[in-house]
């Protein structure tokens, strides 16, 4: 009843929004280049606040950035990385089935989120802290990633040396873009909005959002890659995951309902992926 209730409240909202920006299209787009760069505190229910209970805490300095980094167990390691506004609570469904499957956890909040300090989050910092926080761990790891977190392990792999035994992307974009543009429609913007929008955003990464490509970075990994993704996503759409699936050690893991986020709490998904992880972890061991 209540989703039934709010839908003509959103609705008139997002109608709203889009006519004011409209009228002025460049005071919106820098809202929406705002909100693409600096993420707002998390204020999603922490559905495994307990899961990462005897981890061990540190702290990297990564380009100024105090990034928090949790660590529990032994034998291969698997990295978790959370999505945009965040953290690392969001991936909690993996801790518990990784560690009983004698694994290594490692997870962290990504600058900008969490117990990380900053407000900004460019792009290529969430890349590089990726990238810097999986060299300090045990060798080789596997990184599980979740939408924007997947979308810059790609980049931390093509740009900043990250070298992953295998790879989980879960809800990943195809591109910068492609989230930045879906992100401005959920607010309600208007094309031109939009125009100054991805303008803005190009001037503080000092490059354009194209050059932030899923698909393209993927198709130079080497490591073995599952795409995971739910039918029904509405913020990322399938079709990004078939880009995406266009790399050559990529295999898709594609689920019927699980939208962009609830998908972390499917446990048949989890399953999969640590079956996936096992298998090759046993290949590689022979």
């Keep these: 009843m209540t989703s039934q209730t709010s839908r003509p409240e959103t609705s008139a909202t997002m109608k709203i929004a889009t006519l004011l920006s409209t009228l002025f299209p460049r005071y919106f787009g820098a809202l929406g280049a705002r909100a693409f760069l600096q993420?707002?505190?998390?204020?999603?229910?922490?559905?495994?606040?307990?899961?990462?209970?005897?981890f061990t805490r540190s702290t990297l300095c990564i380009q100024g950035h105090q990034v928090p980094l949790w660590v529990k167990g032994s034998g291969p390691t698997v990295l978790l990385v959370h999505g945009w506004e965040r953290d690392h609570f969001a991936m909690g469904g993996f801790v518990s089935p990784l560690l009983e499957a004698n694994f290594q956890v490692a997870a962290l909040d990504l600058p900008g989120h969490g117990e990380a300090d900053g407000k900004q989050a460019p792009l290529p910092l969430l890349a590089r802290s990726i990238a810097e926080v999986a060299a300090t761990l045990t060798q080789p790891c596997t990184v599980i990633a979740h939408s924007i977190g997947a979308a810059m392990t790609a980049l931390a792999a093509e740009d900043f040396g990250l070298t992953p035994h295998s790879v989980v992307l879960i809800s990943a974009p195809r591109g910068a873009e492609d989230y930045a543009l879906a992100q401005a429609k959920r607010q309600g913007l208007g094309r031109r909005a939009i125009q100054h929008m991805i303008v803005q955003i190009a001037e503080a990464l000092g490059e354009p959002l194209e050059r932030y490509r899923v698909d393209n970075a993927l198709t130079s990994m080497t490591a073995p890659i599952l795409l995971v993704h739910a039918e029904d996503d509405a913020i990322v759409p399938l079709s990004d995951a078939r880009d995406n699936l266009h790399a050559p050690t990529a295999r898709p893991l594609w689920l019927p309902v699980g939208g962009h986020n609830r998908i972390l709490a499917d446990q048949q998904m989890i399953a999969g992926v640590l079956g996936w992880i096992n298998s090759h972890n046993l290949q590689s061991a022979e």
């Design 39 to 54: 993420p707002r505190p998390n204020t999603s229910r922490q559905q495994w606040s307990e899961a990462f209970d005897g």
